[in-house]
């Protein structure tokens, strides 16, 4: 369960700040659509890629979430998806993995001298933690200026940016300026706080904090748009 709770944080998250989240990890791409992330195996089983994007580009972008250290069998895993995508799709595919591990893994499958073509791009989240940017939304909430979609993200997805032993501590210090967000009218969507709900579930032990906290997110908002998002 806590590995699907992680896993649909950034389900949601992407597909919520759809273009502004693939830009945000530097993929010069653009989505127009989901893509079915079906796999079809010869031995009857199916399996499943974490989310997949269409692109204008005319390729696959193939999003797979980790939350622990990558190890050689992850990446072999993460190809065979890729490898079975392209098959069952007809089109080429580039696979992204999004891992929130604090500390880099040097694992490879193939050496320097192979081709690189199924290599994926690994994109650590604690690499896109800015503290200069935290302290400018803060700012601005303090000076009741607006906040734009990407700072919006930046947000929503800074508890998976710091190691494992500090998220708790970010996610309620993310809640409080939402909180302040949300008051002072800073942002016109709500919904874009909604994945902090699976962050919430994954690491607030305590019932009712937990539910204080979610309140926070979910305040004038009706049990169906939540249940539709996450």
Do not use: W
Request: some cysteine.
């Amino acid at each position: 369960m806590a590995h699907q709770n992680i896993d649909k944080f950034f389900k949601v998250s992407a597909i919520l700040f759809g273009q502004q989240f693939v830009d945000a990890f530097g993929l010069n791409y653009n989505i127009i659509r989901l893509y079915r992330n079906e796999l079809n195996s010869l031995n009857g089983k199916n399996y499943f890629t974490d989310l997949v994007f269409e692109t204008r580009e005319g390729i696959l972008l193939n999003f797979e979430f980790q939350d622990v250290k990558i190890k050689k069998n992850d990446l072999k895993r993460y190809m065979k998806y890729k490898v079975q995508l392209q098959c069952q799709s007809g089109k080429p595919v580039v696979t992204v993995i999004i891992c929130t591990y604090h500390i880099k893994s040097e694992v490879y499958i193939y050496n320097e001298t192979e081709t690189s073509i199924l290599k994926p791009i690994i994109r650590y989240l604690f690499e896109s933690y800015d503290e200069v940017k935290y302290l400018t939304i803060k700012n601005k909430l303090k000076s009741n200026y607006k906040l734009t979609h990407q700072e919006v993200q930046f947000l929503v997805l800074s508890p998976f940016m710091v190691s494992f032993k500090f998220r708790l501590q970010k996610i309620k210090e993310v809640c409080t300026l939402i909180e302040e967000i949300k008051t002072k009218k800073l942002f016109d969507n709500d919904e874009m706080f909604l994945p902090l709900i699976l962050a919430i579930k994954q690491y607030v032990s305590n019932e009712k904090e937990q539910e204080n906290l979610i309140k926070v997110l979910t305040m004038d908002m009706s049990a169906d748009k939540i249940y539709e998002k996450v």
